[in-house]
């Protein structure tokens, strides 16, 4: 077991054995001294939200709002650490969602439902939170090394209830599952503010491009599911969301297949950059996702496992 591997198994058990106020003001303090230390994720956290907020907001605003940027990448940490030890209505009680009326009747109908979301808030807590309302959810995650650390966090989501595919692998293709998951009722929920891959569909994000995972305008186009888009956030009391939608789904006479996918994701994209443009600061992006940005060694690094595209 590497340090990593022991950095992370460590944080799971020590995190959830201490009292949530100091656990909060370590971590918290922890993304002070990142700030203050401004390396390379910082510079590009920096980067991205300028684009967010664009040219005119002061530096000082915006080095207030990368210090907030930090202290909200912590908590989404310090939470994921502690999520496995709460109950159901613990979960409950700790995130509220604007919308839930529509995923209600969708479940209630028995239809799935699409919802693409950003790297923002604690997307976690949203999965275990429709996992606790009753609701089969299903969503994927990247393999990403080391493949100790990769389990844990497969072993974690599942046991917050939470379906986990493989984005490739599996003994069947992910997208079918996928399809039929939804077919059956489930919420697919896919991360969809960043692509892995040169397979993604370029689109416009606050006005320069980006390429985007086909995946959640794919399968509202092959199964006709209400595709929503989610905003994430947090209050000083709970992790939040609202979705949006079910978003116009472009048909047939709208033109081919790579053209209506390309349509819809643009959709999915303003859709995520105006629920983004409201809570900034929440926006967990250390990543280069922009193609005119210049790409730096450190770009080449792996995030932290998530879950999310296909």
Do not use: K
């Not at 996992?131 to 994927?140: D, S």
């Not at 917050?160 to 599952?177: A, K």
């Not at 210049?294 to 998530?306: K, L, M, Y």
């Amino acid at each position: 077991m590497n340090l990593t591997e022991l950095g992370y198994l460590a944080g799971w058990r020590v995190v959830r054995a201490l009292p949530r106020p100091v656990v909060a003001a370590a971590f918290r303090a922890g993304a002070d001294r990142a700030y203050r230390r401004g390396g390379p994720a910082t510079a590009r956290l920096r980067a991205n939200l300028r684009r967010v907020v664009g040219p005119a907001v002061p530096d000082a605003e915006l080095d207030d709002l990368v210090r907030a940027g930090l202290r909200s990448y912590a908590r989404y940490w310090m939470e994921a650490f502690r999520l496995p030890a709460l109950d159901r209505a613990e979960i409950l009680a700790g995130f509220r969602l604007d919308g839930e009326e529509m995923l209600a009747a969708d479940m209630a109908a028995g239809r799935g439902a699409v919802v693409a979301l950003p790297h923002a808030g604690n997307w976690d807590t949203a999965g275990a939170w429709v996992a606790a309302m009753g609701w089969p959810i299903a969503t994927v995650a990247e393999r990403l090394r080391p493949e100790a650390v990769y389990q844990h966090f497969l072993a974690f989501r599942r046991n917050l209830g939470m379906e986990i595919l493989p984005t490739q692998g599996g003994s069947r293709p992910t997208f079918d599952v996928l399809a039929d998951r939804l077919r059956s009722g489930a919420v697919v929920a896919l991360l969809a503010d960043r692509v892995f891959s040169v397979r993604g569909v370029e689109v416009d994000f606050f006005g320069s491009p980006i390429r985007m995972a086909p995946g959640p305008a794919l399968l509202a186009l092959h199964t006709g599911a209400p595709l929503y888009v989610a905003s994430l956030w947090y209050e000083p009391d709970a992790a939040c969301a609202s979705i949006e939608g079910p978003l116009p789904v472009p048909g047939p006479r709208e033109g081919p297949m790579d053209v209506r996918t390309r349509v819809l994701t643009q959709r999915i994209a303003d859709g995520l950059a105006a629920g983004i443009a409201r809570h900034p600061e929440d926006w967990h992006m250390l990543q280069r996702i922009w193609l005119d940005q210049r790409a730096s060694p450190d770009d080449a690094a792996q995030p932290p496992p998530t879950t999310g595209q296909v």
